[in-house]
């Protein structure tokens, strides 16, 4: 019997050997389209393929995708525990063509696998096609499908459409007859929403356009989505029609029923269900990024992780149960998904902390609830301001209050329910209102209460979609900014960071169908993420789809400085004392600023320890992790808190550098820890270098240190080395007694600089924040090719002869950019110079980066260039000499 791992196998290797790219999933949380809350099928990460705004290498691809359906117009959470297959997270299996192949292709592709590979009876097996898609129907025919068992559909359900407008086309559906021993009909019959005929796969013919008018085309590139959900097609090969009698649920129920003591059968059934699906969810929304809040998506994960709590509850665990099943869940998925180890910590203490402060009010809330319903007769509601309050003080959202109540045989009040909550939304406005903010702040109360607040994605990513929600020019909202209108733009999610705990605010641009503006600044109100903007281009109008594009090189920087500063502030406490904490930072792109409480001005050497720690903390390239937790468990783990932060009910806890023995952390090595909502490096070693600018007074009692970080401190030293040559040279002249102090200061500055040289190519060598390439054979030989920035002419040699110790055997190419010139070096191993010369490689190269020439030896040769833009086709180019 066949796992779901094995499953999922199957599907993607049968594919690839079709001659589709593999691909994987994307993250939960939609980064190209912005009316979905999650990702809920396999063909949202090729939206833009299928539209033809975007190109990739392949024309075919597989994949399964990660789904949640528990928020929005496709909300499966009231179902879930209670039926066969509703189920918050589920996996899609997905083939998809762009322009390729069409319907002699895509129904033979389904078939074969279905009744080959995974040998699923062809008489058990129904098809459904749109009723007039007669080309699809002969195409079943000749496959093999008797015509009683193609059923002509009318209906939308054999009709798919991406929207309104846009591409379109029919559908062709697969069911699997279960046997009459279960009720229900084939489908377009009276009794087709009975569990006998199950869907398990729908292959869509988008071969159409839909106008305003209703008029449709045929589009130019028709196009293959297809949809099989794992969890369903494993139920049917592993001989169930129940999605929760599979080997992966299994084993999470029986996960779920050790921790708790309570046997998974009977009564007790829909509630290990109900914990086993939600784990899933939560787990994988968690190490997608999105953390339980009071809004948007964060609000929707703490209603599925509350849902799953509550069930515990009802099981009589007393202790926190969720994170304790994470370990589980990571040994059945982990291998499929390797982001669910990666986040298996951070998955861990967010589920402990809000199952621990959710049971400290549950009790409470359920006693409310239980006084409330005591005098309710059969089938009656609880009042909607009783419902109100539940929520109100105790977190207890409406679903979870009407999920308590269904199973007494109640209901709630839903619409005395909204009343309380318009009453609760008036008098916070009124509130707001008298709060002493400025005017104009009001009219983000506004949007934040009608458009809603903004989810930030920019803790992993600086591009995404996004939908405008708000336009404010001078103070008032409009519907259309045009071009060299200064506009403030407010949408439902963003990777623009927003001025915040000395970060300055992202800037970059926002581009419509109709219209760019350039972003100048972003920051935040009432939860409403502003961004600060001048239309440059057409116009923009309110609810449309934009494109958000944050300045790479300038975040870059901001994370370099923001992580230099938590890695600063530590090395001052170890130089000075634990009496040192922040009084306030600046993270800009050109420097940072760090002020701190200290009686007295450092000495040369303080400063240089403090220097030379940072550095040395860099150069470990240590990841940079996050955490979330509640505010007292963070302090009580060392964590420095951030002067004059406010933080609510969790927090994010960002470490970085490690020391044996410092006695801070889980582990007792953690170097930096503290609190902190900013956005940071992925290693430390991204940081590049830091140097200090000098140590001043701020205020009484409180001292300021300015840096540099990154290219920007590597152009300060050069500076200061040319300041010091120019007064070793005056000197010089007047006599002939160099003072042993300039030599010092050179011989200082000469060190650093070579630290600086020498953690450049470590970085270079081991790919800073990026994977570092692998080598791939060209005609036999290993060919390793690396483009590097900031990595000068003569720093090449040493790295190729590295790089050719670690390759053992093969070839190397390496193209370098620094201070804007361009160096190409090749290196070929000993036993591969009588069939690939470094020589011919280089110069191969150099041409096709505008340069001429180049030569040396058979293994080890250089050559200068012009730019750099061209690398590919220069390392296509020494291919080709190789062969390949």
Not at 183 to 205: A, L, Q, T, Y
Not at 760 to 770: D, H, K, V
Not at 803 to 821: P, T, V
Not at 857 to 882: E, F, H, L, T, Y
Request: hydrophobic share 40%; aromatic share 6%.
């Amino acid at each position: 019997m066949p796992s779901l791992n094995d499953i999922r196998s199957t599907f993607l290797n049968y594919f690839e050997k079709q001659g589709h790219a593999v691909v994987p999933s994307s993250p939960l949380v939609p980064r190209n389209d912005p009316t979905l809350m999650f990702v809920n099928s396999g063909m949202v990460q090729f939206k833009n393929l299928f539209t033809g705004i975007e190109r990739r290498d392949y024309a075919r691809a597989t994949s399964a995708q990660k789904c949640v359906r528990a928020g929005g117009k496709h909300n499966d959470l009231d179902n879930v525990g209670y039926t066969a297959r509703h189920h918050t997270f589920f996996e899609m299996l997905g083939n998809f063509s762009f322009g390729d192949y069409f319907k002699h292709e895509a129904i033979p592709f389904a078939w074969n696998l279905i009744t080959g590979e995974f040998g699923i009876p062809k008489d058990r097996l129904y098809v459904t096609v749109y009723h007039t898609d007669d080309e699809a129907f002969e195409i079943w025919k000749k496959v093999g499908v008797p015509e009683d068992r193609i059923i002509r559909i009318a209906t939308s359900d054999n009709f798919w459409q991406m929207g309104p407008t846009g591409p379109c086309g029919p559908c062709t559906e697969i069911f699997y007859d279960h046997g009459d021993h279960i009720w229900g009909g084939p489908p377009g019959s009276p009794e087709e929403d009975g569990d006998r005929f199950i869907e398990i796969w729908n292959i869509v013919f988008m071969q159409n356009e839909q106008f305003e008018d209703g008029s449709m085309v045929d589009l130019a590139m028709q196009s293959i989505d297809t949809g099989m959900g794992l969890e369903r097609i494993g139920a049917l090969l592993q001989g169930s029609h129940d999605n929760y009698d599979t080997d992966l649920f299994k084993s999470l129920i029986e996960a779920s029923a050790n921790v708790t003591g309570v046997d998974p059968y009977g009564d007790h059934n829909v509630h290990h269900r109900v914990i086993a699906d939600h784990l899933r969810s939560t787990s994988f929304l968690i190490a997608d990024g999105v953390m339980p809040s009071n809004d948007g998506r964060g609000y929707v994960l703490r209603r599925i992780m509350r849902r799953a709590m509550r069930h515990a509850h009802l099981l009589g665990a007393k202790d926190p149960v969720m994170y304790q099943l994470v370990p589980a869940l990571v040994r059945q998925m982990g291998a499929a998904y390797p982001e669910l180890g990666q986040a298996q910590g951070l998955i861990t203490e967010t589920l402990q902390a809000e199952e621990t402060r959710f049971k400290q009010t549950l009790d409470r809330g359920l006693k409310l609830l239980d006084d409330e319903v005591s005098g309710l007769p059969e089938g009656g509601e609880l009042p909607g301001a009783a419902a109100f309050k539940l929520y109100d003080t105790y977190g207890f959202p409406l679903d979870l209050t009407q999920d308590a109540l269904r199973e007494r045989g109640l209901g709630v009040d839903t619409d005395g329910f909204d009343a309380a909550m318009a009453e609760q939304k008036a008098k916070a406005r009124a509130a707001w209102s008298g709060s002493g903010e400025a005017a104009d702040a009001t009219v983000w109360f506004d949007v934040a209460e009608t458009g809603g607040t903004t989810d930030f994605l920019g803790y992993d990513t600086e591009t995404a979609e996004g939908q405008i929600t708000a336009l404010v020019v001078d103070g008032v909202q409009g519907d259309v900014a045009e071009a060299g209108t200064t506009v403030q733009i407010a949408l439902n999610q963003t990777p623009f960071y927003a001025e915040s705990g000395g970060q300055v605010g992202d800037t970059g641009q926002i581009r419509t169908d109709t219209g760019t503006a350039e972003v100048t600044g972003t920051v935040k109100t009432a939860d409403v993420f502003v961004h600060l903007a001048k239309v440059t281009k057409g116009n923009l109008t309110m609810g449309q789809a934009a494109v958000l594009e944050v300045s790479p090189t300038r975040r870059s920087a901001i994370r370099a400085n923001h992580s230099a500063t938590h890695l600063l502030h530590e090395a001052l406490r170890g130089a000075l004392g634990d009496h040192v904490a922040q009084r306030g930072s600046l993270n800009a792109p050109d420097r940072l600023r760090f002020d701190f409480s200290h009686g007295k001005a450092l000495s040369a050497d303080e400063l240089a320890q403090v220097e030379a720690e940072v550095n040395a903390y860099i150069r470990q390239n240590g990841a940079v992790e996050t955490r979330i937790m509640t505010p007292d468990d963070a302090r009580a783990l060392g964590a420095q808190a951030l002067f004059g932060e406010k933080y609510g009910d969790e927090v994010r806890v960002v470490s970085m550098g490690t020391q044996a023995g410092s006695g801070k952390g889980t582990g007792g090595d953690t170097y930096s820890l503290e609190l902190c909502g900013g956005t940071h490096v992925r290693q430390t070693g991204d940081i590049g270098a830091f140097v200090t600018l000098g140590d001043s007074a701020s205020s009484a009692g409180v001292r300021r240190i300015e840096a540099l970080t990154g290219q920007a401190a590597m152009d300060h030293l050069r500076a200061q080395d040319q300041v010091l040559s120019e007064v070793a040279g005056a000197l010089k002249a007047q006599t002939q007694d160099v003072p042993a102090r300039i030599k010092t200061l050179l011989d200082e500055r000469k060190a650093l600089t070579a630290e600086v040289a020498q953690l450049r190519r470590e970085l270079a060598m081991s790919g800073g924040s990026q994977a570092a390439p692998e080598a791939e054979d060209v005609a036999g030989t290993p060919f390793l090719a690396q483009v590097l920035q900031g990595v000068t002419g003569k720093d090449l040699p040493a790295l190729i002869d590295a790089q050719k110790q670690s390759l053992g055997s093969g070839a190397i190419l390496l193209i370098a950019e620094a201070d804007g010139k361009v160096a190409v070096a090749a290196g070929v191993t000993a036993d591969k110079v009588d069939t690939v010369s470094a020589v011919d490689l280089v110069k191969a190269a150099v041409v096709e980066l505008g340069g001429k020439g180049g030569g040396g030896r058979p293994d080890m040769a250089q050559g200068g260039a012009k730019d750099a833009s061209n690398a590919d086709a220069a390392i296509a180019a020494a291919k080709s000499v190789m062969g390949g």
